[in-house]
């Protein structure tokens, strides 16, 4: 039998996957959560994001310790990464946050190159329907995932637009249930309307996280281990200056939720 007419092998079952959610700058959380999860004696063999998810999701497959990702976010703006760019399909374009990343973990690389493999969801704008990336440039996926509709543009890739994961499905669980033997997930988005703006940006950030509560409910129980931040639902998504109040709490809930869940190891 020939080569091309084999099926192809099937990808092989993962130890230990985490699944991040998306919620802008609370996505912080996320770095908290792996702290908390390497100091558990654990180490991910998979890592899927959505949005904010996706960021810490390249960066920490890229080898950025949690640590040095707060470090690397400290004393830093909205406006430092995005610039106005009316009639463009979004308020604002992210090519300098995506720059950003790109230089911390040493240019433009492509996701199948990192040592953990790293799945990225979006959703096809196109299509209507969630879509997730595993291979090809890192950069412009990280940014197609984070597309906050109206506030960002869409990204185009080979032909098709993408907009944020966190439209259809906010939490990647579904992306690598099946990857993986443990999965353990991760939702910084808890459902909050404390933000009552009106503003054409307040408007977009208000549905937003309406169908994030809509959508994430079915992917945390995919998970064997679910953690929430629930103390920082009420923190806007562009918010950087409590960034360390949110790892905080990444960390605590999750070095709570792995004791209880009994995967804390007896010596740590």
């Known amino acids: ?114 040592n953990i493999p790293v799945y990225l969801g979006v959703t ?25 509709p109206v506030v960002f543009k869409p990204v185009r890739i080979d032909g098709t637009y993408y907009v944020d994961g966190g439209v259809l499905r906010n939490h990647p669980a579904w992306i690598i249930r099946d990857k993986c033997e443990t999965l353990i997930g991760v939702n910084v988005s808890p459902m909050s309307l404390t933000h009552k703006s009106n503003t054409l940006l307040g408007v977009a950030l208000r549905t937003y996280n309406m169908m994030l509560k809509a959508n994430q409910a079915e992917d945390m129980a995919l998970c064997d281990v679910s953690v929430q931040t629930p103390e920082i639902s009420h923190y806007s998504p562009f918010n950087l200056k409590l960034i360390k109040n949110v790892f905080e709490s990444g960390y605590m809930h999750t070095r709570r939720a792995l004791r209880d869940a009994g995967m804390w190891q007896q010596n740590q």
């Open 1 to 114: 039998m020939s080569i091309d007419n084999e099926k192809a092998l099937p990808e092989p079952v993962r130890r230990l996957g985490v699944a991040l959610s998306g919620g802008g700058a609370r996505g912080f959380a996320h770095a908290g959560a792996l702290k908390a999860i390497e100091e558990a004696g654990l180490k991910p063999d998979i890592i899927a994001g959505v949005s904010a998810g996706s960021i810490v999701a390249v960066l920490y497959a890229a080898g950025i310790r949690p640590d040095e990702m707060l470090r690397l976010f400290s004393e830093r703006a909205f406006t430092d990464f995005a610039s106005i760019q009316l009639g463009s399909g979004g308020l604002f374009g992210i090519e300098k946050f995506k720059n950003f990343i790109m230089k911390a973990i040493g240019g433009d690389r492509n996701l199948e190159d990192f």
């Open 124 to 148: 096809d704008l196109d299509h209507g329907v969630p879509h997730e990336f595993h291979t090809g440039p890192a950069g412009v996926r990280m940014m197609a995932s984070c597309s906050i």
